[in-house]
């Protein structure tokens, strides 16, 4: 049985990288994918990525918090992206406003417009901003190739997207306790386009809520999903690892 962490910022966690792969390794984690958050992350990802071949790939993006910095960001991410595996963490977060929406607005389908350009899968950040976020993708043509990252929407919103072709990746909220939103979303989730994550340092599942996560957890959030889809565990390993392997190309 084995998995994919389709979501780590190893590059801002506090663990050692190497010492989280292992423990990855021995809980099953295959491969993991880093992205950036600016384009100093992308690039710490890269090395990451060089430094352990196989194991961790990156993606290059710049998130909506740091938006206001993409015109002097936007020609060193093109430039990192072009041997990335996505484009991302991009979208809109309408909760924090950390740059102003408008800029979040024209960061985002600039970027979209890259993923495009350069053919690789975008993975799309949104908080309370679900439908911006919705028609922003609905008028790029959406498609499996959006990734939905720590989705937290609703049914409602689920299904909505869903009828865009997009992916959904789950992390660990649907472990928690309070996660019984997630947990019927995830319910409505195609299983063929659904993907698991950490979101490492960040949402770490129960009983460590208050730890620093890691990949290796991503075997807790596969096993929750499995609970609300009603199969084995093993069979969404492999549900999801085909999701991953096949949207960052990795066959």
């Known amino acids: 049985m084995t998995w994919v962490d389709s979501h780590c910022h190893l590059h801002l966690a506090g663990a050692d990288p190497a ?5 990855a390794a021995e809980a099953g984690v295959e491969w993991v ?3 950036g958050t600016d384009a100093d992350g992308t690039e710490s990802a890269a090395r990451l990525a060089g430094q352990h071949p196989g194991r961790v790939f990156y993606a290059a993006g710049l998130h909506p918090h740091d938006a206001s910095r993409w015109p002097e960001e ?11 595996v996505a484009i991302g963490e991009i979208g809109l977060d309408f909760y924090r406003n950390l740059s102003p929406r408008e800029e979040q607005i024209a960061a985002f389908t600039d970027q979209l417009a890259l993923a ?14 679900f439908t911006d976020v919705h028609d922003i993708i609905e008028a790029a043509g959406g ?13 409602k919103w689920t299904r909505r997207f869903r009828d865009l072709g997009v992916t959904f990746s789950f992390a660990g909220p649907i472990t928690f306790e309070g996660g019984d939103t997630v ?5 409505e989730a195609p299983s063929d386009r659904t993907m698991v ?8 599942p129960p009983p460590n809520r208050r730890a620093e996560n890691q990949p290796a957890n991503v075997a807790k959030v596969g096993e929750a999903l499995a609970g609300v889809w009603g199969l084995p565990v093993d069979e969404v390993a492999a549900l999801t690892t085909a999701t991953a392997t096949r949207l960052f ?3």
Do not use: Q, Y
């Not at 936007?74 to 990335?84: G, M």
């Not at 994550?197 to 770490?204: H, S, V, Y």
């Open 19 to 23: 010492e989280s792969l292992d423990r």
């Open 33 to 35: 994918v880093c992205p």
């Open 74 to 84: 936007r020609d060193r991410i093109a430039e990192l992206a072009v041997d990335a």
């Open 116 to 129: 495009a350009d350069l053919g690789k899968p975008m993975i799309v950040h949104c908080r309370d901003a």
């Open 143 to 155: 498609g499996p190739e959006v990734i939905l990252h720590c989705w937290t929407g609703g049914p």
């Open 183 to 187: 947990r019927r979303a995830a319910a």
């Open 197 to 204: 994550e950490t979101d490492t340092p960040f949402l770490t």
């Open 249 to 251: 190309r990795r066959v």
